[in-house]
């Protein structure tokens, strides 16, 4: 005779099982029909953790096994929870994002690896990592019917973030963590994804799935790093990793440089004025020391300009002889740089590097009949080259920005 531990647990698992029988293909004791007789069966206790084979309905392949708990929170979340825009599933204690490989997404084995990233937020716990094939968000896709019935709605390289956490964590700080997790996954592992709708699916024999992350090596992953400072620049890393054409991924790039641009001529400004005032004269300080001063301070207004605040943040956090082996044939200085050459001439490599950049970046912004170029633009054929040059160099000027303290980060 079968028996629940609890007791309580029959009646619950018939409720949930007549809620999905029109979602779910199920294999097992038929305990929500009406004929059920617990004591026509051989002696078997059910726990929420006793496993029975269950799967989409529409799905092709063979159905997964699966726990009683599981059974009974995909029926509380279709009661529940709802999907936002086909894109995000809320529940109590976690998130499931859609996203999908773009354009510039390398080919890397991520199906059988750990991606997990766990973080700390104000006491709060949260676990980020990648999800495939059947989850509550492919229940919930299910439950729309708005796909081919012939069709699964979910198929084995679906990708989604899945962010576990605490009951009665903000929808803000969530999203904030699978920005942060989509940036962390694009810089170190070259895996880009951007949230998406989740497509409605229909019938295509030419289906390509190419695209798709397969299983290889588990990436290697830094910590993730998380700051309401850094949403901004991690938001333009990503847009343009998912830009297309590459001019407008450059354009996000260079926003980088920009928005970070400002940081460091503080951070510059600062230094020359502390030098100036840790010497001896600083503590009688006369009419020439204080002039001295203001001169100092004017020096620095230099930097105000768009393209020296750029060249001044490349030379600040970027490596070049990084950056070398990604240059186009419009940077020579760059692209034949060696590990030998003395420091003043990878100064000049960077400030060629900046100088192509700004003037590339305004071309494009600018693009009028009237606009004179300077000479320094990147040639239509390079630029490919230059964008994914730009992309390793605003990475490297965000992970500058990250080991900065909160305060002095500008924002």
């Known amino acids: 005779m079968l028996t629940f531990d609890p007791p309580s647990l029959r009646d619950d698992l018939a409720k949930a099982l007549t809620q999905l029988e029109d979602i779910v293909c199920y294999e097992g004791y038929p305990f929500h029909n009406d004929t059920f007789d617990p004591s026509s069966y051989d002696d078997e206790v059910i726990t929420t953790q006793t496993t029975f084979q269950c799967g989409l309905d529409s799905s092709e392949n063979s159905l997964p096994e699966i726990t009683v708990a599981e059974i009974l929170e995909w029926a509380r979340s279709l009661a529940e929870d709802r999907l936002t825009n086909r894109t995000t599933l809320r529940t109590p204690t976690k ?112 289906e390509d799935t190419s695209d798709a992350p397969t299983t290889a090596d588990k990436p290697r992953l830094r910590p993730l790093q998380w700051d309401r400072g850094l949403l901004d620049v991690y938001k333009l890393f990503l847009d343009g990793c998912s830009a297309d054409p590459a001019q407008y991924a450059l354009i996000h790039f260079v926003k980088i440089v920009e928005y970070v641009s400002a940081t460091v001529v503080r951070q ?21 020391f204080l002039d001295g001063l203001c001169d100092l301070l004017e020096e620095q207004r230099i930097f105000k300009k768009d393209s020296e605040a750029v060249k001044l943040t490349l030379r600040t956090c970027c490596d070049p002889l990084l950056l070398s082996s990604d240059a186009p044939a419009c940077v020579p200085l760059l692209k034949k740089l060696k590990s030998t050459d003395e420091t003043k001439k990878s100064q000049a490599a960077i400030d060629e590097l900046a100088d192509v950049l700004s003037a590339t970046r305004n071309q494009l912004l600018h693009a009028k009949p009237n606009y004179t170029c300077t000479g320094q633009e990147c040639p239509p054929d390079q630029i490919d080259e230059l964008t994914y040059c730009a992309r390793t160099a605003a990475d490297q000027v965000i992970r500058w920005f990250v080991q900065l303290p909160a305060h002095a980060r500008l924002c």
Do not use: W
């Open 95 to 206: 998130t499931l994002v859609y996203v999908e490989p773009t354009a510039i997404t390398s080919s890397t084995d991520l199906m059988a690896a750990d991606t997990t990233l766990t973080v700390q937020v104000d006491g709060i716990q949260l676990q980020a990592k990648l999800r495939f094939s059947q989850t509550l968000f492919a229940v919930h896709i299910e439950a729309e019917g708005l796909n081919d019935h012939h069709l699964s709605s979910f198929y084995d390289e679906t990708c989604l973030v899945e962010v576990t956490h605490a009951p009665k964590t903000s929808s803000e700080l969530v999203d904030s963590i699978v920005t942060a997790y989509l940036y962390e996954m694009a810089s170190s592992a070259q895996i880009c994804l951007a949230v998406r709708p989740y497509p409605y699916i229909t019938y295509d024999e030419d």
């Open 268 to 288: 510059a400004r600062h230094a020359c004025l502390r030098q100036r005032l840790l010497g001896r004269q600083a503590l009688t300080p006369d009419a020439a």
